[in-house]
């Protein structure tokens, strides 16, 4: 389906909405305004983990992007992926980067925007060339570890003694602007220290300053500060039944009257409103049924979050409305998964099976010293009690002689069972 016509304004207007920070924000000006052209903009992913529902936070704004005419450049960072702590093995990254444009493709699409202006580039396609390589070594070589690790430290995992791939992590995300030829780069606000990094650094080696759009970080669904997939209370799967939707939800962290840190409210922010917004077949209102009542009905977050904090809005009736507008979104994505045998097969090839090397040995059943357990028996049948060194008491000892131990199965005739 076809754009709306945005006029520069409007264009410029959409492109800079919802975000927490815009850097250089002069750039999307000169572009739209004087060079009269789409603005180019990149957003990267390391493929690693299966892309979760948390990805529809960073999606939703790369569908505004396109909505407002952008060119977009996704990069799948395969190399980038396995520098970040080996998070992807180098044999599946292929696959994986195969499953995220499916994924993403599939996720864009059930918001309903046109797709059309989306450029998918792998990070191995030009991040082992000649001049990449050169470019590369003038970054690590004006570049201190102290920097490196600033730069890169919201984002790669690091310890005490950090691997030196995560260290040039950042200084990659800083050269890719240059070899996807964009005018800004999207991430999150937790890539803001790479992004700095790339403003300072990168006109040290002749190349020019980009735009950064940022978008919030929302909170998990459970206790952690960002959805991620090592949380498995905080991650919906984009391929999750309905069912298993509507259980992981249930579980959600949501406080009553709390709109601070909540990620509930924050997903229907940012994620579900703003997609209905966006899908020209969906209603742009956010609807919660209820039983007894007239259903609340909102337009803006701003109102839903004041019926949350006094109470008309409740934890249960929110995570309601958001089970059944997440599962309206997801609906496409898993139907067009459960026909593809091409994407299935990728999956499989991506996030092969885990399998238990392991066989489980069964232990035997340590049935104690024979020789007590047959006077213990014989006693049983005498009704008497057989002592540790094999005598006997009560009245009914002269009925058995145990004797000792090391003759006792002979005299007994019990066999060990």
Known sequence: MAAPQLTPAESITLIKANLAEVL???IIDDVILTQKRPLKVYWGTATTGKPHCGYFVPMIKVAELLSAGCHI???????????????????????RAKYYERTIKALLRAVGVDISRLEFVLGSSYQLSREYTLDRFKLEGMTRISAAQKAGAEVVKQDNDPFLGGLVYPLMQALDEQYLDVDVQFG???QRKIFTFALENLPKIGYKVRGHLMNAMVPGLGEEAKMSASDVDS????????EAV??????????????????????????????????????????????????LIYESAEKLKEDYIADILTPQL?????????NTLLAPIRAEFQVSKEWQDIEVAAYPPEKDDKKKVKKPKDKGDPAKRAAAAAARKANVVVQSDGHVE????????????TDVLEKLSVKDE
Do not use: Q, W
């Open 24 to 26: 250089n924000p002069e």
């Open 73 to 95: 450049k996704i990069l799948l960072a395969d190399l980038h992926g396995y520098l970040d702590n080996m998070k992807a093995p180098m044999a599946l990254v292929e696959f």
């Open 188 to 190: 999150g606000l937790d």
């Open 235 to 242: 991650k919906i799967d984009l391929l999750d039944s309905p």
């Open 246 to 295: 509507a259980k992981k939800l249930k579980k959600a962290k949501c406080v009553p009257k709390e709109v601070a840190g909540n990620g509930v409210i924050a997903f229907v922010e940012h994620v579900i409103m703003r997609a209905l917004s966006l899908h020209p077949d969906l209603d742009s209102k956010f609807v919660v049924e209820r039983k007894d009542a007239e259903p």
């Open 318 to 326: 929110l995570k309601a409305a958001l089970t059944t507008h997440l």
């Open 394 to 405: 009560e009245p009914d000892a002269e009925k058995v002689n145990a004797g000792p131990s």
